[in-house]
Every structure is written in C-alpha cells, then in structure tokens.
C-alpha cells in the first residue's frame, strides 16, 4: 500500500511539474512575434495543460466509461458554446 | 379515494418529520425529504418578495403617467422580480422542492446520492439569497435581471457586483443539485428499476439536472468576466479596451435560454404524472415523452442567438439561431400533442392537480406558439422588447411552470405531509389562478403587438384599459396564490390524515406510508413493471 500511495504522489508532482514547464513556455511564447500563431500556441498549451489536470488530478484515468463520457460530454457542450458564438462573429 | 394496496399503519414517531422536532434536527438533517421542506419554505418567501415587486409593479402602470415611483425606482422594481423569480424562485422550484423529496421515493432508494452535498445545496442557496437580498436592501440594481453590458459594467451606477456575486454562489446549489440527481438516477435505482419503467417525472429531472451542470457554469463565467474588467480592467466587453459587448449576451444567454428549459421541463414531468393518475391511463407514447425532454435539453443549447436578433448579431448567426429555434419546438409538441392523447379515452377526473396540468397544457401551448412567433426573424423586428415578450415568458413561466408546481404540490401534499387539503378551497383557487393570470397577461400580447416597450413605466393613454385589465388581472392571480397558502398551511392541522395512496397512483412513492419514514421503504421495493400500469392494475 505504502509503495502504491507514494507512486502516486510521485505522479501528482511530476504532473505539477509539467504543468509549471508549460506555464513557462506559455510567458516565453508571449514574447517571441508569431502574429496570428501566438494565440494558437498559447491555446494550444492551455489545452494540454488543462488535459492534464482532468486526466491525472481528477482521476479520469481511472474512471468509469459512463464518467469519461460525461467529461466528454462538457467538452463537447463548450464546442457548441464556442462553434455557434463563432457562427455570430465571424459573419458580421 | 379507496386505497388499493393499503400500507401498513404508521406509528407516527416512524415519519420522517416526527423523528425529531428540534429546529437543528431540521438545519442539520441530511434527509432529502426534509431538504425539500428547507426550500419550499424559503422558496415561497422569496416568491411572495418577487411578488410584491410585481404588485409594485402593475399599481405603477394602472395609469399612464408616473404616480408611484420614479424611473429609477421602477427599474429596479422589475429588476428585482426578474432576480429573485429567475434564480430564487422558478429554477430551484420543482427540482429543489418536488424533485429532492420525490426522487429517492420514485426509484425506491433510501437517499439521494450524496445527503450532505444536498444539504450545503441549500446553506449555498440561503447564502446567494442573503448577497442578493442585502444588495437589494442597500438600493438595488438597475440593469434587468439580464445584466446586459455597458448597464452592468461602464455605465453601472447600482449594486452589480453584489447581486451578481449572490447569483453567482446560488449557481453552486443548482450544481450541487444537478450533479446529486444524476449521479441519484445512474446509480440508486432498485432492482428491476430499468430506465424505460422510471417515471416520466424523474426523465425530466434528468434532463434538467443535465443542463443545470453544462449550463450554469457559463453564467458563473458571463459574470465573473464582468468582475474583471469592473475590478482589473480587461478589456472583455468594453469596445474601447478591445472587448465585445455582444459577447455578454452570447454567454449569458448560453446559460440563460437552457435555463428556460431548466425552469419548464421539471414542470412537464409533474404534467405527465398527473395527467396519468388523473384519467387512468398510462401515457400515450411513454419512450417518446421521455426522449423529448432530453431532445429538449440537447437542443435547448442551439437557440440562444434568437434572443439578439435585432442587438447586431450577424444576419447569418440569426438565420442559424431561427432555424434551430424552430426545430425545439417540435419535442414540445410531441409532449403536448401525447399529453392529449393521453386523455383521449380517459376515465378523467377533475381533482385540483389535474385542473393545474389541463391549464398547463392549454397556457404552455399558447406560450409555446407565440415563441415560433418571435423566433420568426422579422416579425421578432417589430415585437422584440416589448410586452409580446413579456407576456409570452409569462405564459411559459407562470402559465407553465407556476401551474405545474402549484398542480404537483397538490398532488404530492398528502405524501409530503400526511394531510388531505380542502378540494373544494383548492378546486376554486385553482380556477381563480387561470382566470387571473390570463386576465393580466393576454392584454399584454394585445399592448405588445401594439408597441408598448417593456420596461418603461409610463405609456400613451391609449394603452390604459388594457393596463387596467392586467392590473385586475394581477389582483385575481394575487388572491389565487393566497389562497392555496391559506388553506395549505391550514392543512397541516385541520386537514384529515391522508392515506399512502390517496389518488390510487402508480408509482413506487404511493407504495410507503404518508409521510414516508426517515429511510422511506421498509424493504427495497423491486420492480416489475412500467410506471403506469393504470389499465391493468386497477
């Protein structure tokens, strides 16, 4: 058990880790001039950032399909949130 | 009224509100049933404070000039009414009240999933209610209950922040609630219990809780948003700083339409069960009636952009926005048109509950249809923010669900607390709230088609006498809900012990005593059958 629960630490902090390297790609990319890439980028590292978390922090490795599902789910809703307020913006 | 399957009599010391009297075995109780007597208490105060603003309100527009208040204080007299009704009254309405006491008892489990988040719901709730309330108190807000940018943000000259600060900790309850209902009906249902025989009541709570967990945290988005550029100055919706005020009204109404849904459907759920019990059948089309309250919580998320048809929205979103408004129409219909169906051939009795679900039917429909009216989008040119809207909101909201709650409180009365309510008060009262609500708000159609712009609180002559009738109109409906409040509350004394099935109902909730026990079945009850086995099993 003991050797288990410390694996497990050991994984949260090297995700905390990784998660702090990203941070700092993100400040580093702000300063290189890519022009319409540098919020590619930015969003991009945000993404994986944010994978992370739901991956390993919020146990969906671990989870059921139904739960994997659901988180799908919240994703797929933040599409449409984004897709259709698009449809608005990009045709004015 | 005989009783088919009789329970057990209960000792009462076995019923969940006598197992303690103190008022900490209440504050401290993680019983959803008891839960649910929490928000229906605080509920029904905060409608009767929404209400009064409405009386406000309708006194203000019996004549065109100003005579009551100012414009100030007009603005935020409606602004309160929209507040405290949107999120303190309709959404936690059916789902917090009816839906935590009732669906442990449909799918014959002991609890909700998680008692002690269910019980926190309410302390976030009452802690939401109390920021809002101060804010009130301090001198109120005058932006609508939408918020809209540059009111709420460059030009705000009111209590914003922390209105929106209490909107913002109530999201969390309806969360809360959400997540305990559908974790609740994935993983407590008893033995048996298939997801084709749940009642078509748990079906719409489903749905609800679904949009009530995708949708709620965009609002708690719209308005952090508007903290940070109030606070720190981003620019998000200010044009001057490089924000877009039309994205304000993107996100809020992202939440805010499938929050009309939130506040119909829990609604549609009562209809079906009542109008089940009520003409002895089971319901016409069960699979369909229940996919179409989730048809109605997908497609509830696609129709946000027909509320900023003439705020500059591009002409291409609006087409889509329209199109799509359309097609939620169609699962509406298909309840209504079962509903009907469901009667046809009925062995239908007039009890009150049923007086409520035939006027929802028939005022939902009308709500309903003067929706694809505005969703059409150039008449929407000419009846947009005017009492058209409002009183097509009003047919929905309180024609609706209003109806809907008052009709299940009915119903599930004798269950929640062991007394009969007088028929015939309730009969009369229930007619009493038909004829008044129509009576205020169809001359409000009338006043909108003619141009009368909401919100304003004086108006050209000419729109007195159909400003008088909603006024009566108001008077009526007043009366109708204090009556029900009346004789509710007398009840609980006078009224005679209900029976554990009084309507002679299908479903696992009129299988335990009235009130049920703490642990509400004796036994797991398992189950063999769909939920309305009216024909056969009488």
């Known amino acids: ?92 | 009224m005989s009783v088919v399957s009789p329970a057990p009599p209960l000792r009462l010391k076995e019923s969940y509100l006598s197992v303690s009297f103190t008022i900490r075995s209440w504050l401290l109780s993680t019983d959803h049933k008891r839960i649910g007597i929490l928000y229906l208490l605080s509920i029904t105060a905060l409608f009767l404070f929404g209400g009064a603003a409405a009386v406000a309100m309708r006194v203000e527009l019996m004549t065109p000039q100003a005579d009551v208040v100012r414009a100030e204080v007009y603005n935020r007299m409606f602004t309160v009414h929209g507040v405290i009704m949107v999120w303190f009254f309709l959404i936690p309405s059916i789902p917090a009240v009816l839906g935590n006491f009732l669906i442990p008892l449909m799918i014959g489990a002991r609890d909700l999933a998680f008692p002690k988040l269910n019980l926190a719901s309410w302390y976030v709730f009452m802690a939401g209610a109390a920021f809002t309330l101060w804010a009130i108190v301090r001198g109120g807000v005058d932006t609508g209950w939408t918020f809209y940018t540059p009111y709420s943000s460059t030009y705000s000259n009111s209590y914003v922040m922390l209105t929106a600060t209490g909107i913002f900790i109530t999201g969390f309850s309806s969360i809360f609630t959400g997540l305990n209902f559908i974790v609740t009906i994935h993983t407590m249902r008893a033995p048996g219990l298939q997801w084709f025989r749940l009642p078509l009541f748990v079906w719409s709570l489903y749905a609800t809780s679904l949009i009530l967990v995708l949708a709620t945290p965009v609002l708690a988005i719209s308005l952090g948003l508007i903290a940070l550029e109030r606070l720190f100055g981003f620019g998000i919706y200010d044009p001057n700083k490089g924000g877009d005020p039309l994205l304000f009204q993107h996100l809020f109404w992202f939440y805010s339409h499938p929050a009309v849904y939130i506040m119909i459907l829990p609604g549609m759920g009562v209809v079906s069960e009542t109008i089940a019990c009520f003409s002895r059948k089971a319901v016409f089309g069960y699979k369909v009636v229940a996919m179409s309250s989730l048809a109605i919580a997908v497609l509830g998320f696609l129709v946000w952009g027909h509320h900023m048809f003439v705020s500059g929205q591009s002409t291409y979103a609006g087409l889509v926005f329209s199109l799509l408004s359309f097609l939620v129409a169609i699962p509406s219909a298909i309840k209504t048109f079962n509903w009907t169906a469901t009667l046809y051939k009925g062995q239908i009795t007039f009890a009150t509950p049923m007086l409520y679900a035939l006027g929802f039917i028939g005022l939902f429909t009308i709500g309903g249809l003067t929706g694809l009216v505005l969703a059409s989008l150039a008449v929407d040119v000419h009846v947009h923010d005017t009492y058209f809207v409002v009183a097509h909101f009003h047919y929905i909201m309180v024609g609706g669900m209003v109806m809907a709650y008052l009709g299940g409180i009915h119903f599930w009365w004798p269950k929640m607390t062991g007394r009969m309510y007088p028929e015939g008060w309730a009969r009369f009262s229930a007619i009493l709230v038909f004829v008044g609500f129509n009576l205020t708000f169809f001359p409000q159609f009338l006043l909108g088609y003619l141009g009368m712009p909401r919100r304003y609180h004086t108006y050209p002559a000419e729109f007195q006498v159909l400003n008088v009738m909603s006024t009566a109109g108001a008077s009526i409906l007043g009366v109708g809900y204090l009556f029900p409040l009346t004789y509710l509350l007398w009840s609980l004394r006078y009224g005679p012990r209900a029976e554990s099935n009084p309507w002679n109902a299908t479903g696992l909730e009129w299988q335990t005593p009235s009130p049920p026990p703490t642990y509400n079945f004796k036994e797991t009850p398992v189950v063999t059958e769909g939920p309305y086995h009216y024909e056969t099993g009488e």
């Open chain 1, 1 to 92: 058990m003991d050797s288990h629960a410390d694996h497990a630490v050991r994984r949260y902090f090297g995700i905390f880790a990784a998660l702090l390297v990203l941070l700092v790609i993100t400040v580093g990319a702000a300063y290189v001039h890519l022009g319409a890439a540098n919020i590619v980028v930015a969003l991009v590292i945000a993404v994986v950032k944010a994978s992370l978390v739901a991956w390993v922090f919020m146990h969906l490795r671990s989870s059921t399909p139904i739960v994997i599902l659901f988180a799908l789910g919240g994703v797929f809703w933040l599409v449409i949130l984004i897709l259709l307020t698009a449809a608005d913006f990009l045709a004015r």
